[in-house]
């Protein structure tokens, strides 16, 4: 990158949606503060914006993502930043991950009618969701509460509610947070109850691989060494299982302080899609060996059946 073209605007790249934009403009103010030079947002429109179908059924993993990174290696955009969850774990050619920014509470949320909780629910109340892995560990828990797909943005999905079309709708705490919509919430649920998705509350900063400098300057602004460890073990056990969007499996790594130093506390849990067959695991070991982590932990999980499960299609 020449001189000159350092001090062109940097252009971030980001999906038009109201958490996409916030998301992505979190990510440019921390750039212009940290690297002293203009950053500009530039909207890309995805295949996932342009479908009101099922994630799953539109093949899930990377539906929001290559249309930035299409406009990312054709040089329109110089900077890509998604939802990390949405990421698909095998790597793209031409393209690096310069940066995991500081992450945001990745639990997963009850917005429901009247102020109730989960378990406050009366059984056949209507809950909303478009995530495989949210219904099947609703299922599992055994409330007795029906699952509706739902689809479309944050209001579209709280409208749902306030209108009486649903009881309640699950969705991720991180985007409500980055939205001024916390409001709404009335439960956070335990990651005991419902492992959020491997990256979940996590950003992923993507710059073309050739523009080393840029992925150097990027990572040394904004990259959050805790967040990228955990996310790192996260996604290492969806790599293993081979599991994609449609296939309901949670996972949550955690920073801690133990006997010897910081200590990787990961979780993780594979379930059919009607919540009736479970298999859950747990591991640790060092931040710095956080793809160890999370390969022997998916391991463990396959040895007792979890590829079975990931594996298997809503008819």
């Not at 492992?195 to 990259?223: K, M």
């Not at 996260?234 to 081979?242: F, I, Y």
């Not at 499996?249 to 006997?259: C, R, S, Y």
Request: hydrophobic letters at 45%; aromatic letters at 2%.
């Amino acid at each position: 990158m020449s001189q000159l073209e350092r001090q062109a605007p940097l252009r971030v790249g980001t999906r038009a949606s109201l958490l996409a934009r916030t998301q992505s403009e979190l990510v440019a103010t921390a750039l212009r503060a940290a690297l002293d030079r203009d950053v500009v947002l530039v909207e890309v429109t995805t295949d996932g914006d342009l479908s009101a179908a099922p994630l799953a059924s539109m093949g899930g993993v990377g539906v929001f993502v290559n249309a930035l990174r299409e406009a990312l290696l054709r040089g329109e955009v110089d900077v890509a930043v998604h939802s990390l969850k949405d990421i698909p774990t095998y790597p793209q050619e031409g393209v690096t991950l310069a940066a995991v920014p500081i992450r945001e509470d990745p639990r997963d949320v009850v917005v429901a009618r009247d102020g109730l909780t989960l378990g406050g629910l009366p059984a056949g109340a209507r809950v909303g969701t478009g995530s495989p892995r949210r219904a099947a560990q609703l299922a599992a828990l055994g409330l007795g509460l029906e699952v509706v797909e739902v689809r479309g943005n944050v209001d579209t999905r709280l409208r749902k509610v306030a209108e009486g079309d649903l009881d309640a709708v699950l969705l991720a705490r991180a985007g409500l947070s980055r939205i001024g919509r916390l409001d709404a919430v009335t439960e956070a649920l335990d990651p005991l109850q419902m492992l959020p998705a491997p990256g979940q509350g996590a950003l992923a900063v993507e710059c073309r691989s050739d523009e080393e400098f840029l992925v150097e300057r990027v990572r040394a602004a904004i990259d959050d060494e805790s967040a990228r460890a955990a996310v790192t073990a996260e996604r290492t056990v969806l790599q293993v299982l081979e599991a994609g969007c449609s296939a309901p499996v949670g996972a949550l790594a955690e920073i801690a302080q133990g006997d010897d130093g910081d200590e990787l506390w990961l979780r993780a849990v594979a379930l059919s899609h009607d919540g009736g067959i479970v298999v859950r695991k747990s591991a640790t070991g060092a931040p710095d060996d956080a793809v160890g982590v999370g390969r022997r932990l998916a391991a463990e999980m396959l040895e007792d059946g979890a590829s079975l499960l990931v594996r298997e299609r809503v008819p």
